[in-house]
């Protein structure tokens, strides 16, 4: 049994941090949103002289709002160069400085009056969202022993839901969500920030990086030593390991176009990238961004609706904790493949219930309202067994040293860049084309990611990341079945 050390949880804790970060940003500005726009219009009219209309005042907090993705998305191409070249401690420490100097920036933004510089800090917390995604998991799965890999790897996934629910729960109008109280709402932002440094500090490096980047042998045994609780033959084992996967190992270090050309990792590649997009496409996005307005349209009353959308949050946590021990024993293949169909199941039902909904102006609407909130929960429930966590991990076990910062950009880039989709088109296009159908086509895809990760999704659990590469190198599209 791989005993769990203090140094190993004290490390994971400080990592993971960042993607409460991540979690607590996504979607802060959402709640006082009403409260930002009012502020932009008097900042616009203070620099201008003019008042904004409503539609430029949406403009501009849309605006705000995508510059977080955007970050996001520069962060995560950058992710990769930042591991590689200063290794995943020093890349975590560099990006929290970098987002506690963008959460200053959005809590001075009304004090100086300027919006401008609201929109420069949402920026900054996106760029580093976007290396904390792929940082983060990262050095959890180098510091993690194999067997605790998986559980270790969901609480990436945990600070992430723990972070949205937090920003739930302080964004509610008798809180912080509100005209006084939304600059403190974003300057919050800076507590994990200063927890995650002082931790970090005397958190170990990445073993795996000293060994194998770095050829320090010697300096990774210490590392390993103070993470494994001075168990010589624990750290023999994994020191020999690590050994075996260098002298194994095909692909070098290598940037994002050689990963890109490299025929061997292309499987690997496909398999992540899509494992992603199950997480992105499958709706879940539209729930986080929209559920109060989604509600509401559903004929759920104002106050019904901020409720049930604290609920969404509540079950994403609840749910995440109790998959960490699950992660390791039933793995990661068939958790992701019941997770996947239920959102599917979850999805189609979400469709039945809108239609069932009666018509605009109905001031009543029955049980169907009930109905809709409880499979709305079932598909959140559903999000929080494999799709919300697995993703975060896979890249981890599926590259070895070489490839892995460039495999993690990637994948995680194409997170963002799907985030970004769906976030536009769900009430640009789908709300108001498809009406009473918008979740039929986040069930359809759902079908598509369950029948794909069935039949070429292989089990990692247990595995090391060597014998996992090999066997996908070897046998290809047919490696699920060994």
């Not at 403009?59 to 510059?67: G, K």
């Amino acid at each position: 049994m791989v005993a769990v050390t203090t140094t190993l949880v004290r490390s994971v804790f400080a990592a993971v941090l960042g993607m409460f970060y991540f979690g607590y940003n996504t979607g802060v500005v959402n709640a006082p949103a009403a409260s930002i726009q009012q502020f932009t219009n008097l900042s616009y009219h203070s620099h201008y002289g003019t008042y904004l209309n409503k539609a430029q005042q949406d403009t501009i907090f849309t605006i705000i709002t995508s510059a977080f993705i955007v970050g996001g998305m520069v962060g995560a191409m950058g992710g990769g160069f930042v591991a590689d070249k200063i290794g995943r401690k020093r890349g975590l420490i560099v990006s929290q400085m970098t987002g506690l100097i963008g959460a200053i920036i959005m809590a001075i933004s009304k004090p100086l009056s300027s919006w401008e510089v609201l929109l420069v800090g949402r920026l900054v917390v996106g760029l580093t969202a976007g290396l904390n995604t792929v940082l983060v998991p990262m050095y959890v799965s180098e510091i993690a022993p194999v067997d605790l890999r998986g559980g270790l790897g969901v609480f990436n996934q945990l600070a992430v839901t723990s972070g949205i629910f937090v920003g739930q729960i302080l964004g509610l109008s008798e809180v912080l969500g509100n005209e006084q109280g939304w600059p403190w709402l974003l300057a919050i932002a800076v507590i994990p920030c200063v927890v995650q440094l002082a931790i970090l500090m005397v958190s170990p490096r990445s073993p795996r990086y000293l060994a194998i980047s770095l050829e320090q042998v010697d300096e990774a045994r210490k590392e390993l030593m103070k993470l494994r609780n001075n168990d010589d033959d624990m750290v023999d084992r994994e020191l020999e390991e690590m050994k075996a996967e260098k002298e194994a190992e095909q692909e070098p270090e290598m940037s994002i176009l050689e990963l890109l050309r490299s025929k061997n990792l292309r499987v690997a590649l496909i398999i992540c990238v899509v494992m992603h997009l199950s997480q992105q496409f499958s709706g879940m996005v539209a729930i986080f961004y929209y559920a109060v307005n989604f509600f509401e349209s559903a004929g759920i009353s104002v106050d019904n609706a901020k409720y049930a959308n604290l609920g969404v949050g509540a079950i994403m946590v609840a749910m995440t904790v109790v998959t960490i021990p699950l992660m390791d024993r039933l793995g990661r293949r068939i958790l992701h493949l019941v997770g996947l169909v239920g959102m599917c199941i979850m999805a189609i039902l979400i469709v039945i219930a809108q239609n069932l909904m009666p018509e605009e102006g109905s001031e009543e609407s029955g049980g169907s309202g009930g109905f809709l909130i409880a499979v709305t929960l079932g598909f959140v429930l559903f999000f929080a067994v494999g799709p919300g966590s697995i993703p975060w991990m896979i890249a981890g076990e599926m590259f070895t040293q070489g490839p892995r910062p460039a495999a993690s950009s990637v994948v995680v880039f194409v997170n963002w860049a799907a985030n970004l989709a769906v976030g536009l088109l769900f009430p640009l296009v789908l709300i108001p084309e498809l009406d009473r159908f918008t979740f039929l086509p986040f069930a359809i895809l759902l079908a598509v990611f369950s029948v794909f990760v069935f039949i070429f999704l292989p089990e990692t659990k247990g595995k090391t990341v060597g014998e996992t590469t090999l066997l996908l190198q070897e046998k290809g599209w047919g490696a699920r079945r060994n």
